[in-house]
């Protein structure tokens, strides 16, 4: 009987072992898509970048065209001014001259200001550039160790579930069946070791004369309160 009370007793280890690695690789796909997010999210930024850059050179090339506008009218009344026949004329066409001279200084504020901004924008792109090809090779190096990382997880998995198999072959159905069920009824606890006179489950304590039975390791015993399998340090440390 003792043989099976290690064996169930391996038997919840190499299940505790499984449930991590069952997470872990269940948490893969998760911690790789995080990985390809960080680097899209970069390339997102630098596609932003280059799109402003764009669209910020196209606004320079209307104001360009705007200010060319504005000298042809300047030199269009410059024309007429002295071309005026009284004094009323004159000042009218002095006046416009005026006008359109304003607009021009707030077009050529406008396009040093552009400018301004092309030029951060572009040293941005730049810094942006080599920080998303740096981004990129982590994270294809990053993928990749997740990616070798979940195959010697899977690798895992099989070789304890042949170790598992194993053991529930020793054990026989019954003494299976009566893990199985604690197992699935107490969160995938099934197998408890009993400390000083505790359960190692629920922590209760149990009456002196159930942990003296235990002690025997002669049959399967179970915590009077949570009806965990409870087995003794003794047969623990014989499973060490």
Not at 161 to 174: A, H, S, T, W
Not at 194 to 207: Q, Y
Request: glycine share 4%; proline share 2%.
């Amino acid at each position: 009987m003792q043989e099976i009370l290690i064996k169930l007793l391996e038997l919840q280890n190499i299940d505790k072992e499984l449930a991590i690695l069952e997470n872990k690789s269940k948490d893969m796909p998760r911690r790789i898509e995080g990985m390809q997010l960080v680097n899209d999210n970069k390339k997102t930024e630098l596609n932003e970048h280059q799109h402003n850059i764009t669209e910020l050179k196209k606004k320079y090339k209307l104001l360009e065209v705007d200010l060319k506008e504005t000298e042809e009218k300047i030199g269009q009344y410059s024309t007429q001014l002295y071309a005026a026949k009284t004094n009323d004329q004159y000042k009218a066409f002095l006046k416009e001259i005026e006008n359109i001279k304003k607009e021009k200084a707030k077009i050529e504020d406008k396009l040093i200001e552009v400018m301004e901004t092309i030029e951060n924008t572009e040293r941005e792109l730049k810094h942006l550039q080599s920080e998303s090809v740096e981004i990129e090779n982590e994270t294809k190096d990053k993928i990749t160790m997740l990616k070798n990382e979940e195959v010697n997880i899977h690798k895992a998995i099989k070789e304890r579930i042949k170790v598992r198999e194993e053991i529930c072959n020793i054990l026989g159905k019954d003494s299976l069946a009566i893990y199985e069920r604690i197992r699935k009824n107490k969160g995938g606890i099934a197998v408890v070791v009993v400390e000083g006179e505790r359960c190692g489950g629920c922590l209760n304590p149990l009456p002196p004369q159930k942990v003296l039975e235990i002690k025997k390791n002669d049959r399967i015993y179970f915590c009077e309160y949570c009806g965990r399998i409870a087995i003794s340090p003794i047969t623990r440390n014989s499973n060490q």
